[in-house]
T-cell receptor, first 113, second 113 residues
Framework: AQSVTQPDIHITVSEGASLELRCNYSYGATPYLFWYVQSPGQGLQLLLKYFSGDTLVQGIKGFEAEFKRSQSSFNLRKPSVHWSDAAEYFCAVGPLNDYKLSFGAGTTVTVRA | DSGVTQTPKHLITATGQRVTLRCSPRSGDLSVYWYQQSLDQGLQFLIQYYNGEERAKGNILERFSAQQFPDLHSELNLSSLELGDSALYFC????????????FGNGTRLTVT
């Protein structure tokens, strides 16, 4: 069965500092991996996705993620955090050609001035 | 703006009642998905429709049902409501390309009192 683990429930980071959110997945085949962000009162917005090819994926809002098959990880990074990045971040994994995505429990990011 | 529209934004109702949540997918998207987000369960996939037909089923209770109409909008019907059904219900849509990710609406917050 597929599953996603986001080990960090809550992360606090200073504005301008770097951010890394961890995501580990369990999946029996080639995974399709996603990161979504949910701002308060909003729906989930797709930050980036990985299907194949280059294991370093660039997304919107200055985010990137790196797929590491050997570690079953897909960690999200941002070099310099802005106050507007305060939100909840979800990692998700889905099978090929089927969008029954499994989401992680989410990581809440707080940005302090 | 994801292009996915959900109404209403908020819904407050009593136990035992029935409600209908509505979703209009992005223009051209044939697939509609419903998710439930609660504090204890996280983001759970409920059901997927593709061009009017049920495509996949997740953790959807028998008291819940959904349908997708010829104009591709979808409705999620929740009946015999219980306190535990209080949650944020998201609709998402995707295109026909298998690389097409999910685009989420802003959700309907259901409060059962």
């Amino acid at each position: 069965a597929q599953s996603v683990t986001q080990p960090d429930i809550h992360i606090t980071v200073s504005e301008g500092a770097s951010l890394e959110l961890r995501c580990n997945y369990s999946y029996g085949a080639t995974p399709y991996l996603f990161w979504y962000v949910q701002s308060p009162g909003q729906g989930l917005q797709l930050l980036l996705k990985y299907f194949s090819g280059d294991t370093l994926v660039q997304g919107i809002k200055g985010f990137e993620a790196e797929f590491k098959r050997s570690q079953s990880s897909f960690n999200l990074r941002k070099p310099s955090v802005h106050w507007s990045d305060a939100a909840e971040y979800f990692c998700a994994v889905g099978p090929l050609n089927d969008y029954k995505l499994s989401f992680g429990a989410g990581t809440t990011v707080t940005v302090r001035a | 703006d994801s292009g996915v529209t959900q109404t209403p934004k908020h819904l407050i109702t009593a136990t035992g009642q029935r409600v209908t949540l509505r979703c209009s997918p992005r223009s051209g998207d044939l697939s509609v998905y419903w998710y439930q987000q609660s504090l204890d369960q996280g983001l759970q996939f409920l059901i997927q429709y593709y061009n009017g037909e049920e495509r996949a089923k997740g953790n959807i209770l028998e008291r819940f049902s959904a349908q997708q109409f010829p104009d591709l909008h979808s409705e999620l019907n929740l009946s015999s409501l219980e306190l535990g059904d209080s949650a944020l219900y998201f609709c998402a849509s995707s295109g026909t390309d298998y690389n097409s990710p999910l685009h989420f609406g802003n959700g309907t917050r259901l409060t059962v009192t």
